[in-house]
Nanobody, 121 residues
Framework: QLQASGGGSVQPGGSLRLACAAS????????IGWFRQGPGKEREWVSC????????IYADSVKGRFTISRDDAEDTVYLQMNILKPEDTAVYYC????????????????WGQGTLVTVSS
């Protein structure tokens, strides 16, 4: 089971940190990804981090602003989001993948409930 949290409302330029807490499986074995779906938009891959946390990749739209990290002792993955823009407004989801680092939602098997991020002045 995955549970995303940390969403909220923030002004443009602000920051939020999302958390994805896992339970019921060996968290450290999986790549963990973040996806988002904005109003009227298709689901979009945001970032993912390798098992062990040694590598991470980002969508161009968030590169340099978002940072993904993981704490396997706490079975939690974080997404630090800085310099938020209105176009970052979306429901954010975390998911697990038994594959390597990838942006293909079909390669993610367990999905958590989303957390809403709203960026507005």
């Amino acid at each position: 089971q995955l549970q995303a949290s940390g969403g909220g409302s923030v002004q443009p330029g602000g920051s939020l940190r999302l958390a994805c807490a896992a339970s019921g499986f060996t968290f450290g074995d999986y790549v963990i990804g973040w996806f988002r779906q904005g109003p009227g938009k298709e689901r979009e891959w945001v970032s993912c981090i390798s098992s062990g946390g040694g590598r991470a990749i980002y969508a161009d739209s968030v590169k340099g602003r978002f940072t993904i990290s993981r704490d396997d002792a706490e079975d939690t993955v974080y997404l630090q989001m800085n310099i938020l823009k209105p176009e970052d407004t979306a429901v954010y989801y975390c998911a697990t993948s038994p594959w390597g680092l990838n942006s293909d939602p079909d390669k993610y098997d367990y999905w958590g409930q989303g957390t809403l991020v709203t960026v507005s002045s």
